[in-house]
């Protein structure tokens, strides 16, 4: 095999003829007695990347993404919003909390619509701008993108690390890759400790991680989220966009040729080769690309673009900041490789029209959904009645005759306060003549107190004068409203039946 770097990794300068491209190494070696297929698909896997630093506009963007979706996964558990943590999952009591906001198992379809929310903007930023998602938010970009910092800060860039790679272990070897692992263990174990602490209230998930006296589903989870960053982020990286993610396999049909991609544009650059910045490379014959490999040394998943959109393709811009400082150093306009369309290209249209293009029938018919399950999603949540009733009827005791010449029925009502609130509600009944309702344990009171995001059972008792209703079944209405209804207006009416014996 051979041990030195493919291509230079210094700066291009004006009178060198720039080095021919050449493919990226391969580390790998097949399997004996596996297929051609298997033996290439096995090398693809174990292939090492070591994918350059590059600067530019796009390389800057990813930052700034990093570090907003960062500072939202790391900093929204420590946030406290009305006493308690403002997001969190609580699976022990059931309950999600988001914000002022409570969300029971009931409330389940909310999540739903969140889903269903989350997929078509997926579609829609996909259909207009290809992996935009996968490129910059992506938790296995985001992570890939921090763990490659580290590497590059504590073993150098990519031909350093090359070389470390290829070395025989000394003390300076194992102490840089020690080095390593040590902080990217860590950020693996800040990271299981931050998700799970989404799922338990993180301030006593912190004092019991100091104790070392967590339960052990939670060190469980915390190993396990640590161990699937570290090795993902650390190893697997590109192989997880190529061959675990389903998105990379469905976005063929979500794409088409006016969607914006991170595209070479061939007819600009071909025939590619290299030349010496002094020569008039059009009256030569020759089109833009100094075929100098760039673009594939910074690309994360190791493929060269100029082959054309691939499913592999992140849509990062890695390519493309690349591409610009040598278009920069030639002298020749930037924008060799860009995010644009397929049509803009073939059709040669410029940036302006290619923009356009983009409101098409698809594009229209995925926003008009969004805004409108969006509206109805926000109402839905605005009008939510946080008082839930279920009216039980007592089966053991159907209508009886008490003193006083009253039939009496006895229910119990399952009461659910899903708001944070705590209620003082009133009971009433509907649909008999001379119909009155009172507690079960205390016949003189109609009303009762429920605490703020909690249930209760309210067993009540149902009375009418005997005598003015006919023997049989009959439609009654349970009606439970706020005592304060200034303050919080509930009123919820359930249906049930009420019995008279004959
Ligand atoms: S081809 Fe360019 S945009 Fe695509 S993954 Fe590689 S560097 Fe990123
Ligand atoms: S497309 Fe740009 S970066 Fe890639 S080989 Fe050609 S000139 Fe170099």
């Known amino acids: 095999m051979d041990k030195k770097p493919v291509v230079s990794t210094e700066p291009l300068t004006g009178d060198q003829p720039i080095p021919a491209w050449q493919p990226p190494r391969v580390e790998a ?12 698909a096995l090398a693809d896997v174990r292939r090492k990347i070591y994918p350059r630093a590059v600067s530019g506009i796009f390389a800057r963007w990813r930052i700034i993404m990093v570090f907003f979706t960062q500072i939202i996964f790391y900093g929204l558990p420590w946030l406290e919003w009305g006493g308690r943590q403002a997001v969190l999952f609580d699976l022990g009591a059931r309950k999600f909390y988001i914000f002022g906001m409570v969300l029971w198992p009931q409330d389940v379809v909310y999540l739903a619509v969140l889903l269903v929310l989350s997929a078509l903007s997926l579609f829609l930023f996909t259909a207009i701008a ?20 580290v590497e590059r800060k504590i073993e150098g860039d990519r031909l350093a690390r090359i070389r470390l790679d290829e070395q025989p272990l000394s003390f300076r070897k194992f102490r840089l890759k020690a080095a390593k692992h040590t902080v990217w263990v860590l950020i693996a174990f800040w990271t299981g400790f931050t998700f799970i602490g989404y799922f338990a209230p993180i301030r006593e998930l912190g004092a019991g991680l100091l104790a070392l006296s967590l339960g052990p589903w939670q060190w469980f989870w915390m190993v396990f989220y640590a161990f699937a960053t570290w090795g993902n982020a650390g190893f697997m990286r590109e192989a997880v966009c190529k061959y675990m993610c389903p998105y990379a396999r469905f976005q063929s049909v979500m794409v088409d040729d006016d969607t914006f991609v991170v595209t070479y544009d061939h007819v600009r650059g071909e025939p590619r080769g290299g030349r010496s910045r002094r020569i008039d490379h059009k009256e030569a014959g020759m ?6 490999s760039l673009c594939v040394q910074v690309c994360p998943t190791g493929i060269d673009i100029r082959d054309g959109l691939q499913y592999m393709c992140i849509g990062c811009g890695a390519c493309v900041d690349a591409c610009d400082q040598v278009m920069d150093k030639m002298d020749y306009p930037k924008g060799l490789i860009r995010y644009t369309s397929g049509s803009a290209i073939t059709e ?5 029209q290619a923009r356009k293009r983009v409101f098409r029938p698809r ?9 409108v399950i969006t509206a109805g999603f926000l109402y839905a949540l605005v009008v939510r009645e946080t008082l839930k009733v279920d009216v039980i009827r007592d ?3 159907l209508g009886r005759e008490v003193a006083g010449g009253l039939i009496e029925n006895v229910y119990r009502l ?10 003082t509600l009133q009971l009433r009944a509907d649909g008999l003549p001379g119909l009155s309702i009172a507690l079960a344990e205390n016949a003189q009171r109609s009303y009762f107190y429920v605490d ?7 067993p009540v008792i149902v009375r009418a004068p005997a005598g003015q209703v006919q023997p049989g079944m009959h439609d009654i209405s349970i009606i439970v409203s706020d005592l304060n209804p200034e303050i919080a207006p509930h009123n919820v009416t359930e249906k049930t039946s009420f019995y008279v014996p004959q």
Not at 33 to 40: F, I, K, L, N, W
Not at 287 to 292: A, E, L, M, P, R
Not at 348 to 352: D, E
Not at 452 to 458: E, H, Q
């Open 452 to 458: 703020g995001s909690a249930n209760r059972l309210v």
């Open 130 to 149: 290809g992996r935009l998602f996968c490129g910059y938010a992506c938790p296995q970009t985001v992570y890939t993108e921090i763990f490659m910092w």
């Open 348 to 352: 040669r249209l410029s940036q302006t």
């Open 414 to 423: 399952q009461v659910m306060n899903t708001s944070e609130a705590p209620l």
């Open 363 to 371: 594009v229209l018919f995925y926003i008009g959904l969004l805004v």
């Open 29 to 40: 070696t097949a399997s004996r007695g596996a297929s051609p297929q298997v033996e290439q």
């Open 395 to 397: 089966r053991g005791a």
């Open 287 to 292: 089109g833009d690309c100094v075929d100098c």
